[in-house]
């Protein structure tokens, strides 16, 4: 596609609710980034996949939290039991080189916002 | 601890006047900075980036940044604003063999026209 793009772009989850985002990357590309961006905070690091493997997970916050890219292309973040603290924009980044190697542009997705009532 | 810090949060300018957004990063080891910009309702553009080589870089729409090694700074500069110019700002530092990116808090900037 032209872009990397997310759906849904607005959720709303009831507290305890499990909810899916989507992310479909740049064709081709190797690198996918998962970012979540608290209101008036710039976006923090939750997990990277090099094609269907997932390298680094340190950013997720809880085991509530699972990322899964089963094919190397598209990704889904899960949330299970959510909670108000989760509510923020959910974002998907991706690259075209892989290897750990950030030496290319990473581009974004509109995002997800999530709002847990 | 590896960090990105953003000076200041909310920049008020009038069309024409020069902007500069400070931008400082604790990082160990080789370091990519770049600059992102997010318009109303967009989503994060880059504006420019540095890896290696000239420390004076270029980037769209007549923005440059200047990598200054002793200051750990990355401040992005404009000679003169636009209305259009109004958006969200965003530094962000990475590794060269790592993926993930780390975010300042970024800084707001509104151009009155």
């Known amino acids: 596609g032209a872009g990397v793009s997310q759906s849904p772009r607005y959720k709303v989850a009831k507290r305890g609710q499990d909810v899916a985002l989507r992310c479909d990357p740049i064709s081709g590309h190797v690198s996918l980034f998962w970012y979540q961006q608290a209101l008036g905070q710039g976006p923090e690091f939750l997990t990277y996949f090099q094609n269907e493997a997932q390298l680094d997970k340190s950013g997720l916050p809880s085991d509530r939290f699972f990322a899964e890219r089963p094919e190397g292309s598209v990704s889904t973040l899960k949330i299970q039991r959510t909670q108000q603290e989760d509510s923020a924009v959910y974002l998907c980044?991706?690259?075209?080189?892989?290897?750990?190697?950030?030496?290319?542009?990473?581009?974004f997705g509109q995002g997800t916002r999530l709002t847990v009532v | 601890a590896q960090s990105v810090s953003q000076h200041n949060h909310h920049v008020i300018l009038s069309e024409a006047a020069s902007l500069e957004l400070g931008c400082n990063y604790s990082?160990?080891?080789?370091?990519?900075l770049f600059w992102y910009v997010q318009y109303p309702g967009q989503h994060l553009q880059l504006l420019l980036k540095?890896?290696?080589?000239?420390?004076l870089v270029k980037g769209i729409k007549g923005f440059e940044a200047e990598f200054i090694k002793s200051k750990f700074s990355f401040n992005l500069r404009k000679p003169s604003v636009q209305w259009s110019d109004t958006a969200e700002y965003f530094c962000a530092g990475g590794g060269s063999n790592t993926g993930k990116l780390i975010f300042g808090q970024g800084t707001t900037l509104q151009v009155k026209p």
């Open positions: 540095y890896f290696s080589g000239d420390p």
């Open positions: 980044a991706s690259s075209s080189t892989g290897g750990g190697r950030m030496n290319t542009e990473a581009f």
């Open positions: 990082y160990g080891g080789t370091v990519n």
